[in-house]
């Protein structure tokens, strides 16, 4: 079974905020999947369905974006999860260009507050990521005011893109493997570049 997390804060007053591009991710792949939601356990919101044949959870931590860890840790320990193997986790990312994707089987959390709770809370580095690229803050703003506000008309245009493109990311990731989904994804940014 994977698991497929989509970092966020809960609360109307978030919405499609920048921080909370995991969140609209998983919205996705829910509505293309027809994913029932399943309600609230272990401090996140859930649901269960299949892609590809292969069973999946889909879930947003409800701790607030800086203890998404205890969420994530919550479930991999009561299914008993092998991150390395069956956990997917979606989120922004101020080190990419608006509206680019990264994938990564490993690495560290950079300035991500809730990807530092996870890899603390799990004690490894080593799962799947899908990184949505929404540019770095400007020089005077602070980085928490920026992620925390809304995206302009141009940007949401270029992220949606992104988070309508997690519903073939996350697909390819479990039928062909993380590898190809990085060849394929990461490739195509470079192109682009």
Partial sequence: MYLIVGLGNPGKKYDHTKHNVGFDAIDEII???????SG???????GKGIISGEKVMVMKPMTYMNLSGH????YVDYYNLDPQEELIVIYDDVDLPTGQVRIRKKGSAGSHNGMKSIIQMLGTQNFTRIRIGIGPKPEKWDLADYVLAPFSRE????VGEIIEECVPITKMIIEN????????YNQKVANEK
């Fill in 155 to 158: 940007e949401r245009v270029k």
């Fill in 40 to 46: 609230l356990s272990m401090k996140g919101m859930y």
């Fill in 177 to 184: 493997g993380v590898e190809d989904a990085m060849s394929k």
């Fill in 71 to 74: 969420a994530v840790r919550a």
């Fill in 31 to 37: 509505d293309e999947y027809d994913i029932p939601a």
